[in-house]
């Protein structure tokens, strides 16, 4: 079946620009995480979305990152005001379940954000 | 929040069995063991995973010592696309986080 799909899978902009970056998870999946990767490192938790619920934004770096789900599907992830530091992959992630059911997390193949 | 353990690297022969250790030794007894993989410019793949009993699926199987404080993957015939990074994570079972920590992970490389 259909896994985890983001869109763009790269994406190169200027410093200062907008980004927007898509997730569409799993059907049926009512969990839905952003991460990123920097080269070389491991993934950095930044926000986690649970149905109808207030999203957990603890990972969010700063305030120029925000994220959003419409219909409970469909997530974006804006980044505004890009600076280089934001060079990474993007990963997506759906669960069938809430955070406490241990359903396990399945990952799209994420976008490759480059910041010139 | 409970901290995994793994070796950097490790190498094996393709046709021959993985086994990938990990050691968890502060884990707490509601925290499942998760195993993933990543193979280069991919997401991290879902391979497996087990509280306390062992477990098998078409992938690999997870081994889980009666103590808990550490576990063992194993993929029975590999292949040289089992080449990636594995990585052993302890879920985060705390208020409303559940987000997967990664940690270096063991980079198997599958050799012909």
């Known amino acids: 079946g259909a896994g985890v799909s983001q869109s763009p899978s790269n994406k190169v902009t200027e410093k200062g620009k907008d980004v927007e970056l898509r997730c569409d998870p799993i059907?049926?999946?009512?969990?839905l995480y952003w991460y990123r990767q920097s080269l070389g490192q491991g993934l950095e938790f930044l926000i986690y979305?649970?149905?109808?619920?207030?999203?957990?934004k603890s990972g969010l770096p700063s305030d120029r990152f925000s994220a959003e789900r419409t219909g409970g599907s469909v997530s974006t992830l804006t980044i505004q005001r890009t600076q280089q530091e934001d060079s990474a992959v993007y990963l997506c992630?759906?669960?069938?379940?809430?955070?406490?059911?241990?359903?396990?997390?399945?990952f799209g193949d994420g976008t490759r954000l480059s910041i010139l | 929040d409970a901290k995994t353990t793994q070796p950097p690297s490790m190498d094996c022969a393709e046709g021959r069995a993985a086994n990938l250790p990990c050691n968890h030794s502060?884990?707490?007894?509601?925290?499942?063991v998760y195993w993933y993989r990543q193979i280069h410019s991919q997401g991290p793949q879902y391979i497996i995973h087990g509280l306390k009993n062992n477990e098998t699926n078409e992938m690999a199987s997870l081994i889980i010592t009666e103590d808990r404080k550490s576990s063992t993957l194993i993929l029975p015939h590999a292949t040289l696309r089992d080449t990636a990074v594995y990585y052993c994570i302890v879920r985060v079972a705390s208020g409303s986080q559940g987000n997967l920590i990664f940690g270096k992970g063991t980079k198997l490389s599958v050799k012909p």
């Open positions: 502060t884990i707490s007894g509601n925290e499942y």
């Open positions: 992630a759906s669960s069938l379940g809430a955070v406490y059911s241990n359903q396990p997390q399945h």
């Open positions: 979305f649970q149905g109808n619920s207030a999203p957990d």
């Open positions: 059907s049926g999946h009512t969990a």
